[in-house]
């Protein structure tokens, strides 16, 4: 059997048994970094969070997570109850209290704490948020090809759960990883309520045809910040680039495709719903975008 892929495929490193994580205030060893069971959060996924990388001593695209998670928060009436400053303060002091200076990353998580009894009505949280981040020595490996199925799930309309919010619950996406798992696949692609090609269950999803970059309108996926960035590199290097509706035949006759996500940058797709993509490796496109956002990178952290 072929081995199980991940995006989020890290080198492992025995000093994450003892890094320090910051919970309300509050730098302690990973064995004591515990929420209750009355927390919002862990009791019913009430809760928003970003995924940041630290590159050379800096957190890459900081103003754009920071407005994110804030935007998120307001969205779903969650107050934070910190500045911003205060919070990339303590992004600063966890990164600092761990002595990590590249290759680290952080998952910056707020819920609406700890309720007073166990019922979904927001207003039995009472005790302000639980504010947690995680931070790991964190090295992605070389990324190999990944394998994708088109599953029953939907990203679906923003009146449900909008699929923008980047909250705690991730149940759409974890069954819709589930039932790609089960079709022999890494990971999902999922498609909008209209059946166009969307996104993948935690990555945005890209093609590659005849030179043009295509993505979705981005109406039903995360507003993803590397996303983002692969198509403002696109247009400063005269690349094609279209955010448009697109469906599964445009996708299995693509030349490239590929994710985007802050933790793997860009990760190569080899197949989909068992149909070889272009050379079923890395092609051109992905590579010369790895190495646009990689120069990236290093001018916003140097
Ligand atoms: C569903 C989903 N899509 C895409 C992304 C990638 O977003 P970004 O590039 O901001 O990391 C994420 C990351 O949190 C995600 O959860």
């Known amino acids: 059997m072929t081995d199980q892929l991940t995006t989020h495929q890290a080198e492992e490193d025995a000093r994450n048994e003892a890094i320090l994580i910051y919970l309300n205030g509050k730098i302690v060893p990973k064995a004591q970094a515990v929420v209750s069971v009355y927390d919002s959060g862990f009791m019913l996924g009430d809760g928003v969070w970003e995924g940041l990388r630290l590159y050379n001593g800096k957190w890459a695209f900081l103003t754009e997570h920071i407005d994110r998670l804030f935007e998120a928060a307001k969205a779903i009436d969650l107050d ?24 680290a990353h952080a998952r910056l998580m707020v819920t609406r704490g700890v309720k007073s009894r166990p019922f979904q009505h927001p207003s039995l949280s009472k005790s302000g948020p639980t504010v947690t981040i995680i931070m790991e020595h964190s090295q992605p490996k070389i990324p190999r090809p990944i394998r994708l199925a088109t599953v029953p799930h939907l990203r679906g309309l923003p009146m449900t759960q909008d699929p923008k ?6 149940l759409n996406c974890i069954l819709a990883c589930i039932a790609a798992e089960k079709a022999g696949a890494d990971e999902a692609l999922m498609l909008d309520v209209h059946g166009f090609v969307n996104t993948t269950n935690a990555c945005n999803f890209f093609i590659v045809r005849k030179g043009e970059v295509w993505t979705s309108t981005g109406d039903y996926c995360m507003n993803g910040i590397t996303r983002q960035k692969v198509i403002d590199l696109c247009r400063e290097n005269a690349i094609p680039v279209f955010q448009r509706n697109f469906s599964l035949v445009d996708t299995y006759g693509a030349d490239e495709a590929f994710l985007t996500g802050t933790f793997g940058a860009q990760t190569p797709v080899s197949e989909i719903d068992g149909r070889q993509i272009g050379s079923g490796e890395m092609g051109p496109v992905t590579l010369r975008l790895r190495e646009l956002y990689r120069a990236l990178i290093q001018r916003e952290t140097a």
């Not at 934070?80 to 600092?96: E, F, N, P, S």
């Not at 919010?165 to 991730?170: A, D, P, Q, R």
């Open 80 to 103: 934070i109850d910190m500045t911003r400053d205060a919070v990339i303060q303590a992004l600063t002091d966890t990164q600092k209290a761990n002595g990590m200076t590249t290759d």
């Open 165 to 170: 919010l980047n909250s705690h619950s991730k």
